[in-house]
């Protein structure tokens, strides 16, 4: 049975299908997919690509391998992932951003920085961030209330929400005037610096880009504006024996379990920025688009009402129960995943999918083509969040990969899981959520997966 004939999903009415954009045509020069990769990499993907299984492809000289197959995804992320590092085009534009820090290491600094803070985010730790997330959610939900029947822009709530979050689970104190500078840094960013050029794309490493020198002017201001918050986390107070209170505790405090190691100030601050930025804008897109798509399709949105009120313990969701609610969100990870491709580099020549790979080749695997490929899921284009629960079974773990996969996979997986579903439940139990604007909102790819306008929203206290 093929994993699309799996789904026989329980749902008696046509399904919401939200939009999406145009295909490309499916054979592009490369200055076009250039040009259209600045704007939205996923408007240059054609047909082809949600319905074949490689799409091979060449790129000034390298050849480039889009992968749709589970059996060899799993080869490049687990069985032989050594063999695989970040592009080029990748680290340039995360580097000014994340430093050295785990998201773009590699080799024995990469292993050294993830064992070293992996139990800063196993499920135990992550119960001990939780007050702080319920305390930002039900200060964002106040304040909604405070606001509720005008237009409003959901988008940029969610990510003031999100970056409050990162910012209360990392310093424990409320991110309050940071917060804009932030935001503004991080807009900045993807606005212009986050864009690969052309020369970014074919040029070697070593070699800086005019883009780069621009990107280090930027990296200085963010570094010393990371400085500046972590030294008044420390004003705040040492924490002499008291268990962790929050993230910069946890990750300032461990050690290598192999060598005993501690993190150097500089590595610790690449480390607060790395999970500052990889964890909140993910997270405000992922409640952004459920939002979206529960207005779109209010039956939906009804039925998760009717859970949450079922299973509220003195007003906090129980967070194991909220089965249908944690459904939407896959769902919604699954249409929009916020990591629309990952890309690999490889290092040496290997095989994949029976196709030879030589060193220098760029693999992509995209959650973006393979959540909506028409071989490995029925009805792909329809939000159906039921495809997540019994008695569907789950999703081949290769095809489904909103967080990655292998020793790479995210490692805020659930951090973000149970973030997202705390906040979509406490808002959706308080508010009737409709859009007032009904322009279509496109997807647009440019690092992660961003409406191309941030529509007006009415909510209304239940
Ligand atoms: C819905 C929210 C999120 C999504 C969709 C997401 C997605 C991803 C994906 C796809 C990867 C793997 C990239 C690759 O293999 O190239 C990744 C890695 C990573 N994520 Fe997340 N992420 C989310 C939230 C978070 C949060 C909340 C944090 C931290 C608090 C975080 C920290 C990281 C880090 C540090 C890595 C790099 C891991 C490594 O290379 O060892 N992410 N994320």
């Known amino acids: 049975m093929s994993i699309a004939e799996a789904y026989d999903t329980p749902i008696t009415r046509a399904p919401l299908v939200p939009p999406s954009p145009p295909l490309a045509p499916d054979h592009l020069s490369a200055i076009g997919r250039i040009s259209r990769m600045r704007k939205n990499a996923i408007s240059t993907w054609g047909p082809r690509a949600y319905q074949e299984e490689v799409v091979q492809g060449r790129f000034f000289g390298r050849s480039s391998f889009i ?6 995804i799993r080869h490049v992320l687990v069985d032989n992932y050594e063999n695989y590092s970040r592009t080029p085009a990748g680290i340039r534009v995360l580097r000014p951003m994340l430093g050295n820090g785990v998201l773009i290491a590699e080799g024995r600094a990469w292993k050294h920085q993830r064992r070293t803070l992996a139990p800063a985010f196993t499920p135990r730790a992550v119960v001990t ?9 039900d200060a964002t939900v106040a304040e909604l209330k405070a606001k509720a029947g005008a237009p409003l822009e959901l988008r940029e709530v969610m990510q003031r929400m999100t970056l409050e979050i990162a910012g209360r ?5 409320e991110m309050g005037r940071h917060n804009a500078t932030l935001r503004d840094f991080v807009m900045e960013y993807a606005n212009e610096l986050a864009r690969p050029h052309f020369l970014d794309m074919v040029l070697p490493l070593s070699w800086p880009t005019p883009q780069d020198f621009a990107r280090a002017r930027f990296r200085k201001r963010w570094t010393a504006f990371i400085a500046k918050l972590m030294a008044e986390r420390r004003a705040a107070g040492k924490n002499d024996g008291a268990p962790p209170r929050d993230l910069f505790d946890l990750m300032g405090e461990a050690r290598d379990p192999e060598t005993a190691l501690r993190f150097s100030e500089e590595q610790l601050g690449d480390e607060v920025a790395t999970m500052i930025l990889a964890g909140h804008e993910t997270t405000a897109l992922t409640l952004f ?3 979206y798509l529960l207005a779109l399709d209010p039956v939906t949105q009804d039925e998760v009402v009717e859970e949450v009120s079922s299973v509220a313990v003195n007003g906090v969701p129980d967070l194991d129960r909220l089965k249908f609610t944690r459904a939407v969100i896959d769902e919604s990870l699954r249409l929009y995943p916020p990591a629309f491709l990952i890309a690999r580099a490889a290092t040496a020549p290997d095989t994949v999918a029976g196709l030879p790979v030589r060193k220098g080749d760029v693999i992509m695997i995209a959650p973006w083509l393979l959540h909506r490929h028409e071989k490995l899921w029925r009805q792909p284009a329809a939000f159906i969040p039921q495809r997540f629960m019994p008695p569907s079974p789950p999703p081949d773990r290769f095809a489904y990969l909103p967080f990655g996969a292998g ?13 997202a579903t705390l906040a979509l439940a406490k808002l959706i139990r308080a508010f009737r959520v409709g859009l007032q604007d009904t322009t279509p909102v496109m997807p647009v790819g440019v690092v992660t997966t ?4 941030s529509p007006l929203f009415v909510i209304k206290p239940r």
């Not at 020793?407 to 149970?418: D, E, K, N, Q, T």
């Not at 961003?450 to 306008?453: I, L, N």
């Open 67 to 72: 992968l749709n197959t589970p059996d060899a």
């Open 129 to 137: 961030l939780v007050p702080h997330m319920l305390a930002v959610i």
């Open 169 to 173: 689970t990392m310093f424990s104190f």
């Open 289 to 291: 688009w459920s939002l």
């Open 407 to 419: 020793p790479r996979v995210c490692i805020g997986a659930h951090f973000a899981l149970v973030e």
């Open 450 to 453: 961003q409406p191309d306008h």
